[in-house]
């Protein structure tokens, strides 16, 4: 059996009580909203992953403020199992782009009131509990700014605490 694993990032961006939504084009959620986000490429952190899929999916230039959750799951593909980390972060709106956005990807992005996408049908129920999650200013894990030590040498490295 070939061991499998797929790490990614999601971000919750809530500003003047409303919560920005991507409706998905492809997929077992095509058609349904849920927080942008996607896949860790390879050599890419999960705050570099999150800030560059953030961009791509919705033209916003974005930064992490904090994990406000994290889902981890294992499902057959075929003859093997793959494990799933899905990373989100509540983040912090820096400037917009001038990007223009893949529709083969995203067929549509909107801000929701937070209200209406908590009770929406066609938000996704793990959109919902990330969004409850990031309402919680004391809750998630906050970032550490000051160094640690570390004997290992890292390209980056972030460490979250509660």
Known sequence: ???????STGGV???DNEVLLVQVNYGTNKGLWMIPGGVVEVG?????????????????????KRIVGIRNG?????????????????????????????????????YFPIEDALSHPN?????????????????????VEQDIATNTKYISYDVYRA
């Open 44 to 64: 890419e952190s999960l705050e570099e992953a999150v800030v560059r899929e953030m961009r791509e999916e919705t033209g916003l230039i974005l930064a992490p």
């Open 13 to 15: 961006l809530l500003r």
């Open 74 to 110: 294992v499902k057959q593909v075929r003859e093997n199992k793959e494990g799933s980390i899905y990373v989100v972060f509540e983040m912090e709106f820096i400037s917009e782009t001038d990007q223009v956005i893949d529709s083969n990807e995203i067929s549509n992005i909107a």
């Open 123 to 143: 938000v996704i129920d793990l959109t919902k509990e990330f969004i409850k999650a990031t309402l919680e200013p004391t809750s998630g894990l906050q970032k």
């Open 1 to 7: 059996m070939i061991p499998l694993h797929m790490v």
